[in-house]
């Protein structure tokens, strides 16, 4: 894999919005080195290939959402909401951008999508196995469930905000 696309880069466009991972137009323009217009021109010429379980526009609260959750805009000085594609969305942008970089880079996200699935499979797998295992050995091990609970509890709860805050926020 180039060093300019690694997993992280990826990684980092991948997006949960609406209950599904995503990924938005300038993120995928920048890793098919394309402007952003140009991808979309390219989608709306095919948009018969992008049902809304493909692609969907972000609205604008999803968008200062998405915006207060970065560290530092990137989507500064947009005047039009973003487009999102979902894993088939970006797989169908393959056939729609038929350029070399376009398939090398889909190949490159086609795998990450997989490996996040794949992973959180196995954290539920994880979990149901434990589970299992707690209802077996009943109060043996009912301290060291406990802990294994909290520490999987641990990942599921949001993260608290950083940042100053006003003191009427913090109400």
């Known amino acids: 894999m180039p060093d300019s696309l690694s997993e992280r880069k990826i990684v980092s466009c991948i997006h949960h919005i609406r209950g599904c991972s995503v990924m ?11 402007e952003t217009r140009v991808l979309n021109q390219a989608v709306k010429r095919n948009i018969g290939r992008f049902p809304s379980d493909f692609m969907f526009q972000l609205t604008a609260d999803e968008m200062k959402l998405l915006i207060s959750q970065s560290v530092t805009s990137r989507w500064g000085g947009t005047r039009k909401l973003p487009y999102a594609f979902t894993e088939n969305g970006v797989a169908m942008l393959s056939s729609v951008l038929s350029s070399e970089k376009a398939i090398t880079v889909n190949i490159q996200i086609m795998r ?3 490996r996040i699935r794949e992973m959180l499979l196995s954290h539920a797998d994880l979990k149901r196995k434990i589970e299992q295992m707690e209802k077996r050995y009943d109060q043996q091990f009912k301290e060291v469930f406990d802990a294994i609970k909290w520490l999987l509890k641990a990942e599921e709860t949001p993260r608290r905000k950083i940042g100053f805050r006003h003191t009427e926020d913090k109400k």
């Open 24 to 34: 938005l137009d300038s993120d995928l323009a920048a890793l098919y080195e394309v």
């Open 112 to 114: 990450m999508f997989t």
